[in-house]
C-alpha cells in the first residue's frame, strides 16, 4: 500500500496539496586570512586583511556579500572571520539591510578549517546546496552563481573556471630557479574560481575524510576529487577576479566604477 497520502476527492474541504521540501542554498564565504602578499600594501592601515580593503569606501567583503544577498536562490550566508574583526563586520552589515540571512563563525587558521567550522554550523539537509565563495572575489554575476547551483543540482559537484589563456608549463624548481619538464595541453587546462558548488552531504564526507586522514586541500573542489566524486565545471568569467595584490586593487576600482556606470544608466 503507497504511503503517500491521497485526497478524498467527494470531501467538502479545501483541496489537498502535497508539500516537497524546498531545497536550501547556503553560501560560505571564509575571511579569516591576512593576504600576506597585500601585507606591504597595508602597512600604516588598520588592518592588514585583504577582505577589509575598500573599494569606493565600502569594504571588499561588503562587496562580495551583496552580491549572494541579493541572488533570490541563496537561504543564508556564512561568514568566517577572525574575533577581533567579527563586531566591526557585523556593525557594517547592519547597515546593508541585506535580504538574506546572515551569520558569522569563527575563522581558522587555514581556509579549510573556515570552511570545516561553517560547514558545521549548517542546519542543512543533505541534499542541500552549500556554495563556497573567496571573500575578495567581489565581480562574481548572477548568471555564475546560478550556474554553479544549476550545475550541482544535476552533478552534486561544480566550480566556476575559465580556459587557461597563457601557455601553461610544468616545472622542476631547484636550488638554481625553476626548470621546464613539459608544455601542458592548454585545452586540458581551466583556471579555477568561486564559487564552487556541493550537495551538503557530499561535502559533508570530503572534510570528514580529509580531517580523518590529516590532508590539506587548495580548495573544496580538491576534497571532493580526493573523495572520488567528480567535479564539473561551469563557465566563469574574467571578471570574477580574485583580489590579491595591490595591483588588483586598482582593477578592482575600474570594474566597480563600470558596474556603478551601468546600474545608473
Not at 503507497?2 to 547556503?26: E, G, H, Q, W, Y
Not at 597595508?42 to 577589509?52: D, E, H, I, N, W
Not at 567583503?61 to 541563496?74: D, W, Y
Not at 621546464?180 to 572534510?207: C, D, Y
Amino acid at each position: 500500500m503507497s504511503d503517500i497520502p491521497t485526497a478524498d476527492l467527494n470531501s467538502p474541504s479545501r483541496p489537498f496539496i502535497l508539500r516537497c521540501p524546498v531545497m536550501k542554498v547556503f553560501v560560505i564565504i571564509p575571511a579569516a586570512g591576512l593576504g600576506t602578499r597585500m601585507a606591504s600594501f597595508s602597512a600604516g592601515t588598520k588592518s592588514k586583511s585583504k577582505q577589509f580593503f575598500e573599494l569606493n569606501g565600502t569594504p571588499i567583503l561588503i562587496h562580495t556579500v551583496r552580491k549572494f544577498a541579493t541572488n533570490p536562490q541563496v537561504s543564508e550566508i556564512v561568514v568566517a572571520l577572525r574575533q577581533n574583526e567579527t563586531a566591526g563586520f557585523l556593525e557594517q552589515t547592519k547597515r546593508e539591510n541585506l535580504r538574506t540571512s546572515l551569520r558569522v563563525v569563527a575563522g581558522g587558521e587555514h581556509r579549510q578549517n573556515s570552511v570545516a567550522n561553517a560547514l558545521a554550523s549548517l542546519q542543512a539537509a543533505d541534499d542541500d546546496i552549500v556554495l563556497v565563495h573567496d571573500a575578495v572575489r567581489p565581480f562574481v554575476d548572477n548568471q555564475t552563481i546560478d550556474g554553479v547551483i544549476e550545475a550541482v543540482k544535476k552533478y552534486d559537484a561544480a566550480i566556476a573556471g575559465i580556459p587557461a589563456i597563457d601557455t601553461v608549463k610544468q616545472v622542476d624548481r631547484t636550488a638554481d630557479g625553476a626548470v621546464v619538464l613539459a608544455t601542458v595541453p592548454r585545452e586540458r587546462m581551466v583556471m579555477a574560481q568561486t564559487p564552487q558548488g556541493f550537495r551538503f552531504g557530499l561535502l559533508k564526507k570530503a572534510f570528514a575524510e580529509a580531517t580523518a586522514d590529516g590532508f590539506m586541500g587548495t580548495d573544496e573542489a580538491s576534497l571532493i576529487e580526493r573523495s572520488g566524486a567528480p567535479v564539473h565545471v561551469v563557465m566563469g568569467s574574467p571578471r570574477n577576479l580574485k583580489i590579491t595584490t595591490p595591483g588588483d586593487l586598482s582593477l578592482a576600482e575600474f570594474y566597480l566604477a563600470q558596474e556603478q556606470h551601468s546600474k545608473a544608466g
